[in-house]
């Protein structure tokens, strides 16, 4: 858009920058005409965004050694915009494959490339590390075609267009702070995933066993080769100061939410809302649990009806709470209809709705691959981690009801085997689980995530669930179900939370220890001059002087070194995965242990602050994702919700206190009792689900706003371009057939 009207290498254009006097000369009627005021503001905007870009230093006389789509845009370090997103080459990459991957990232759209701006670190053994960036003006021509959404100045949220970006900068708000450094990281990300391989390219240059499809993610090709070694976002240390201040060292103020959406997206900002929300939400249920404890237990039966109205009501409200938060951030309109994920697969073709070309890939087969072929296997491991549980059981019973077979010391081998069998199972379940889905070749992120959580979560629910419900019905143990819920809720989470956040930092400081050490070690065997190091390089000085290198000084190289050290962080499954178990154990069996929300408040208040630390000093930064709910995980939670009226019914059933007081029943009746009041409870439920409205009113309001002039500027279109046609079908008709009529005065 902006590169066909003010190119950035017409040096006559920008020496004119500033020199230019407002139109309308010495006329005051027009130097007061507001409309002109509007139009200058926004040319003078855009003549400052294309100055800017002029200052850089650009060295094009490179592009002829690798051909025509290959453009390079180099500048120096002092020009250079700040680093967004690090790729580290592995150091065994061969020079055609980097230079191949380099090339599509800063060459022209047209011709499959990113048009990004690349720097390179000095070159040393450790392989190659580039720094991408981008423009200011490419930053806003990708904001507008991923229909970015911003609040304008009348504080309504809509998608972002360039050509109303005054109305967009509000209170006089500069250009620059436009965009949030999380929207910018996550804007070279998309761009880089979208960098598709055309129809040439066959394979991965200098490596022909690894081809290619036409479409195929470059970046994720790269990653998959190993050429790519890692990529990743720095952090933006005086932002993250401010941020850790107010949050996870701060106990008693509640979390900046907004602040963490602007540094780490909406994906993180919504997983510390729901944390915070569901721990708020628990302080009911752990005060019934203090009265129940304390008043008799006769108290069971109401208790375990509140907890079923308490479930139901909360993520009610949360879906409203989501629902609010996701227009505020501009992402209630995410729909399965979006760009395709970087790793989608299939035929470039025309999308039927959007018009733009993208891979396309037939919907019934990934719902054959689905039903006919993960389906089946995931039901396999299903059941196989169930029969392991079993014979966990009887190893466990042989060894105690036979003392004089086996010795009495091995009573807890058969549950540490089990542990340490789940724990194996688990990780090689969860490669399972992504191979199987990323071969589904689900079309969108969301899609793909829901459906890897879907089967990841099948399994979690058999490992962590089934031996409890096992000792309720099977085994009828109350003390021995009371006695591995408390264990579960107490003594596990101590252990995530040294596993989260306490190990992962003792690593990274014996990690930076190491490397302090070997970096005075390489300093002082450093006796190689500059041009020694090109000549002992796998890469030639040709390719290398052709991408600009940072300033040794730079502070950027050290801080990229010591985050690449850091842990990355794998998105925010692990972390709901733990708040779903929990909340497991609180609604499931929430009759046999009250006190189990209590031990749940009490953690996730040091969950906040545990992960709040972990990602602001143990991992890397993760790159911003947008998302309007929490996806998979509300209908998990949902299902919990209805299991516990079953568990806790069925509980309440065998409870031998209530069996007791209704002894004049015969079995039939009092089974049919709890029957009963388990449909009583069912019925409750649904009737909260339908009362309680998924969005605030105030949402729906805006939204029917929002729709409704939609539909006006469409209609106000449709009738320009209808004033348009017939204004031409007019004056066509009248000049070839001019209408005659009487001469005044004739009758």
Known sequence: MFQEDYSLSNKDSSSSIGTASKPGGGDDENLNDPSIDKLWGIHERINKLRGHMSQQKLNLDKTDEFGEDFEITATDSTTFPPTYLVIRVHPASKEEAVKWLVGKIRGKKLLGGAELVVLRKPYDEDGLEFHVSASPIKFLEIAEEMELVKRDKHGQMREFTVNDLENFLVDGMNVDDFLTSAERQAIIRHELENIRALPTDIHVPGYPFYSMCEGQSVLHKCIQCGIISSIYALHDQEHLKKLGRSWYRSVFQKQPLDEIKIYFGESIALYFTFLGFYTTALLFPTFLGFVQLLVSIETLPVFCIFNVIWVTVFLEMWRRKSNELAYKWGTIGMTSLGEPRANFRGQMGKDPITGKLCPQYPRYKTYLKMYCVSFPIVIACLVGAYIIMLISFWMEDQIKYNPETWSQDLLLLPSVLYTALVYVMNCYYRKLATFLTE?????????????????????????????????????????????????????????????????????????????????????????????????????????????????????????????????????????????????????????????????????????????????????????????KDIGAWQRAFEVIGGLSIMTNCGLLCLSPHIRSRMAHKTDLEYILTFIFLEHILLGIRYLLHIAIPDKPEWVRVELAKKSYESRQALKHEKALKSKRYLTRRFNTVHSKHPISGPALGNK
Not at 472 to 490: C, K, W
Not at 501 to 512: H, K, R
Not at 526 to 548: G, N
Not at 581 to 592: A, E, K, N, P, T
Request: proline share 3%; charged share 20%.
């Open 439 to 627: 071969w589904e070749n689900h079309r969108t992120q969301s899609q793909f995530d829901r459906h890897r959580v879907t089967k990841l979560i099948l399994f979690e629910f058999v490992n962590n669930f089934m031996s409890l419900f096992y000792i309720a019905f099977i085994i009828q143990d109350m003390e021995m179900l009371r006695s591995q819920v408390a264990t579960m809720l107490i003594i596990l989470q101590a252990i995530n939370h040294m596993q989260e956040a306490v190990l992962p930092l003792l690593i990274n400081v014996g990690f930076a220890k190491i490397s302090q050490w070997k970096n005075g070690w390489k300093n002082t065997r450093q006796t190689k001059s500059k041009q020694k190091a090109f000549e002992d390089s796998r890469y030639s000085r040709e390719f290398l002087e052709t991408i600009p290198a940072i300033d040794p000084s730079d502070s950027r190289l050290n801080q990229a070194e010591q985050e690449g050290q850091l842990e990355i962080y794998e998105e925010t499954y692990d972390d709901y995965l733990e708040m779903f178990i929990q909340f497991g154990y609180v609604v499931l069996f929430s009759s046999v242990y009250p006190a189990a929300a209590l031990w749940a408040v009490i953690n996730n208040v040091l969950e906040i602050r545990a992960d709040a630390f972990r990602l602001c000093l143990v991992h890397q930064r993760p790159i911003s994702r947008k998302v």
